[in-house]
Antibody, heavy 122, light 109 residues
Framework: EVQLLQSGGGLVQPGGSLRLSCVAS????????MTWVRQAPGKGLEWVSG????????YYADSVKGRFTISRDNSKNTVYLQLNSLRPGDTAVYYC???????????????WGQGTLVTVSS | EIVLTQSPATLSLSPGERATLSCRAS??????LAWYQQKPGQAPRLLIY???NRAAGVPVRFSGSGSGTDFTLTISSLEPEDFAVYYC???????????FGQGTKVEIK
């Protein structure tokens, strides 16, 4: 059974940093790209960042480029999202998700973590 | 950037009725469009991929159609558990950039 278990998140002041983690199980981790998607309170889904199975390529939405860093440790079946220079507008539930199919650029995401809330406020 | 526009924003229907949700892309995405269901407090769930293929475990009452710029998600007969928000999603051209529609809420009439 595929599972994505997230940790991290919490309350942080503007300008602060946070690291989110997502531990995967139930499939061959290196075969699949991973992504982070966020959802501001009461709003829709926004793609944030993606990483290929090998970790060799990373992708970012313009809204987070230069502030967030995605990475993965394939020995630990874990993908991370480092959030720096946080702004109130980054307040959201952050989800990790697994790319469907063995592709460096999957067309969609078939399994999702439970989500973790990041609140940026003074 | 490819923009996805969903309509209507809200659909008010009764259990047993047919729901038809629309998603329009600002430029062609071929058949590479997905649909997700999200219930309050839960993560999104993949329903349909590649426009018309049901994901594992998705009931047959859910079906998707379309290609190019116009796509439809149909729920043939609404069950109580189907009242939720539905999002369409696509992956842009290289380098990949994924975008979602703004969502359609299916609510109980």
């Amino acid at each position: 059974e595929v599972q994505l278990l997230q940790s991290g998140g919490g309350l942080v002041q503007p300008g602060g940093s946070l690291r989110l983690s997502c531990v995967a199980s139930g499939y061959t981790f290196t075969d699949h790209a991973m992504t982070w998607v966020r959802q501001a309170p009461g709003k829709g889904l926004e793609w944030v960042s993606g990483i290929t199975g090998s970790g060799g390529s990373t992708y970012y939405a313009d809204s987070v480029k230069g502030r967030f860093t995605i990475s993965r440790d394939n020995s630990k079946n874990t993908v991370y999202l480092q959030l720096n220079s946080l702004r109130p507008g980054d307040t959201a539930v952050y989800y990790c998700a697994k790319g469907r199919g063995i592709s460096s650029g999957p067309y969609c995401f078939d399994y999702w973590g439970q989500g973790t809330l990041v609140t940026v406020s003074s | 950037e490819i923009v996805l526009t969903q309509s209507p924003a809200t659909l008010s229907l009764s259990p047993g009725e047919r729901a038809t949700l629309s998603c329009r892309a600002s430029q062609s995405v071929g058949s590479h469009l997905a649909w997700y269901q999200q219930k309050p407090g839960q993560a999104p769930r993949l329903l349909i991929y590649d426009a018309s293929n049901r994901a594992a475990g998705v009931p047959v009452r859910f079906s998707g159609s379309g290609s190019g710029t116009d796509f439809t998600l149909t729920i043939s007969s609404l069950e109580p558990e189907d009242f939720a928000v539905y999002y369409c999603q696509q992956r842009g051209h290289w380098p990949p950039e994924w975008t979602f529609g703004q969502g359609t809420k299916v609510e109980i009439k």
